[in-house]
């Protein structure tokens, strides 16, 4: 039963699928839905599918939804994330076709455990320990703020579990590009692209969403200082406030209409 003083709203997330999720929690958005549809343009065909801190469901769902993976598995350590993950799960009746394990995806012996995927996507938290109060809610401070690490932690957590020449597709803050540059750099991954969410026309990106590939053994990666990813930049509004074209595409690319 919902808890009177935790409520929670039943929401659309692909044309198929819909997650539970607090009204006063931590809430998919922009970039969940960006994460998972960059994934879907540069996966394979019914790829092995993980999902790094999964929260509660909603790029490891929309990812099953449009590329019906071989196999899809998600990890989450936070509790309540991670009740909402299983009860979006069975709500959509993907218990048994979806796999997730609570943990943290910095634990060695977990990741070991998970075997080898060609697709991992992510979505960290974009505040570093120190530089914001986290929320006294533990479910939107662990969505925020670093608390299990950030960026680098996922960069090193989807190196560990990536087939070679996997892709690799996380979102960072679009105004500390070098974090993921460095990291991918040291972990022998190549940058292809970087999409940077600009969420209305004139404003400075958000976040963006950076795919990378395990580079074949052997191969030789760019320096940072080299980087040569292609860049695209994806506009959520319009200058006078209304949806772009961009926003709708991607809403019908999930199976949405244009209304919400």
Request: charged share 30%.
């Amino acid at each position: 039963m919902t808890d009177p003083d935790d409520p929670l709203t039943d929401d659309a997330l692909t044309g198929r699928y819909r997650v539970f999720q607090r009204k006063r929690g931590h809430r998919y958005s922009l970039d969940d839905v960006l994460t998972a549809y960059v994934a879907a343009q540069v996966s394979r065909e019914t790829p092995q599918h993980l999902d790094l801190g999964c929260g509660i469901g909603s790029v490891l769902l929309m990812a099953h939804d449009v590329l019906s993976p071989a196999r899809s598995v998600g990890v989450e350590a936070q509790e309540i994330s991670f009740a909402l993950l299983e009860k979006n799960l069975a709500r959509n009746e993907l218990s048994a076709r979806v796999e997730v394990v609570r943990g943290d995806l910095r634990d060695e012996a977990l990741r070991a455990g998970l075997g080898r995927f060609d697709l991992i996507t992510g979505t960290p938290p974009y505040m570093p320990v120190g530089t914001s109060t986290p929320s006294p809610d533990s479910q939107r401070a662990h969505a925020r703020v670093e608390l299990r690490g950030g960026i680098e932690a996922y960069v090193d957590a989807a190196v560990a579990c990536a087939a070679e020449d996997a892709f690799i597709v996380l979102c960072g803050d679009a105004r500390t590009p070098e974090r993921i540059r460095s990291q991918a750099h040291a972990k022998g991954l190549t940058l292809v692209s970087r999409t940077d969410a600009i969420p209305r026309a004139g404003r400075d990106p958000l976040f963006s969403v950076w795919v990378a590939r395990k580079a074949q053994r052997g191969a030789e990666t760019a320096r940072p200082d080299q980087a040569a990813e292609r860049v695209e930049a994806f506009v959520a509004r319009k200058a006078d406030g209304t949806r772009t074209d961009d926003y709708y595409r991607v809403r019908a690319f999930f199976g949405l209409p244009r209304t919400h």
